[in-house]
């Protein structure tokens, strides 16, 4: 099976910052690339699709980018609700294998 | 608006088994494939399986394979997963998840999640 890495498995930052989550695929999975975020107690988020895609309600302070077996998700300009759990996922076939979790908490 | 409403908590002993089910409103059921994702306590997301609402063929984890049985009831909307030969890492949220664009149209992403199921497995 394909393994995904997320890189940092946690991170602290301030308000305004510009926070970069990597998440690296065991081989290419094309675009098949998803982030969620999760915040205590609740359900995941959907925020990109397809690698590079904005869910539809989600702040275009979020964006993702990346094909092959390396991806990215950017926040801009973090803001008080951003600081959750991020998770990459892949689904280029099954299992649609999730990374292991990066925590975005406050500096 | 679209909506995956769960089961509620369950605590079961070792060896037993759970089902919990995820009933889907305000879209077409059959036209939309349905997963699994499960997250024990303080870990991360753990995908565990999808069906097909409308022919009822799913796919299982490796991991999961001879233990769990996803099924959907199309008179109700509703979607089961059923884990047998529980033990206590089985001990998870469960979530059911819609994948978007439609059974015709994948865009192989998880839109809309369940409230999330808690099963516990202890003795």
């Known amino acids: 099976d394909i393994q995904m890495t997320q890189s940092p498995s946690s991170l602290s930052a301030s308000v305004g910052d510009r926070v970069i989550i990597t998440c690296r695929a065991s081989q290419s999975i094309s675009s098949y690339l998803n982030w969620y975020q999760q915040k205590p107690g609740k359900a995941p988020n959907l925020l990109i699709y397809?690698?590079?895609s904005l869910q539809s309600g989600v702040p275009s302070r979020f964006s993702g980018s990346g094909s092959g077996t390396d991806f990215t998700l950017t926040i801009s300009s973090l803001q008080p609700e951003d600081f959750a759990t991020y998770y990459c996922q892949k689904s280029n076939s099954n299992p649609w294998t999730f990374g292991q979790g990066t925590k975005v908490e406050i500096k | 608006q679209v909506q995956l409403v769960q089961s509620g908590a369950e605590v079961k002993k070792p060896g037993a088994s759970v089902k919990v089910s995820c009933k889907a409103s305000a879209y077409t059921f059959t036209s939309y494939y349905l997963h699994w994702v499960r997250q024990a306590p303080g870990q991360g997301l753990e995908w565990m399986g999808v069906t097909n609402p409308s022919s009822g063929a799913t796919s299982y984890a490796q991991k999961f394979q001879g233990r769990v049985t996803m099924a959907r009831d199309t008179s109700t909307s509703t979607l089961y997963m059923e884990l047998s030969s529980l033990r206590s890492e089985d001990t998870a949220i469960y979530y059911c998840?819609?994948?978007?664009?439609?059974?015709?149209?994948?865009?192989?992403?998880?839109?809309?999640w369940g409230q999330g199921t808690l099963v516990t497995v202890s003795s």
């Open positions: 998840a819609r994948e978007g664009g439609g059974i015709a149209a994948r865009l192989r992403t998880l839109d809309y």
């Open positions: 397809g690698a590079s």
